[in-house]
Nanobody
Framework: QVQLVESGGGLVQTGGSLRLSCAAS????????MGWFRQAPGKEREFVASTRWAGRNIYYADYADSVKGRFTISRDNAKNTLSLQMNSLKPEDTAVYYC???????????WGQGTQVTVSS
């Protein structure tokens, strides 16, 4: 297991922006797939975005349809961090956001504790 610690959540008005960060400890995750998920009250956890390693320094990003064009996932391998830039936020983006890593294979099996994002209307 790798400890994943999210930060950057908070309260923002509709149309505003937030940047979430996830710091990984103990080992580099340069060759691991990483992603962001979220869970709203009363709903199941859902995929938000991922960055998948394709060899060398190539990574492919993928997004849920609901956030395409508004959210951007990025990673800084030198700092061992994962970020999620969220723009044009909507009330329906309100949720606890989780950072995840795929330590064995391609399935996400390591999770952070989550950070709350609340978008007011």
């Amino acid at each position: 297991q790798v400890q994943l610690v999210e930060s950057g959540g908070g309260l923002v008005q509709t149309g505003g922006s937030l940047r979430l960060s996830c710091a990984a400890s103990e080992r580099t995750l340069r060759t691991n797939d990483m992603g962001w998920f979220r869970q709203a009250p009363g709903k199941e956890r859902e995929f938000v975005a991922s960055t998948r390693w394709a060899g060398r320094n190539i990574y492919y990003a993928d997004y849920a349809d609901s956030v395409k064009g508004r959210f951007t996932i990025s990673r800084d391998n030198a700092k061992n961090t994962l970020s999620l830039q969220m723009n044009s936020l909507k009330p329906e983006d309100t949720a606890v956001y989780y950072c995840a890593a795929a330590l064995q294979g391609s399935s996400f099996d390591d999770w952070g504790q989550g950070t709350q994002v609340t978008v007011s209307s």
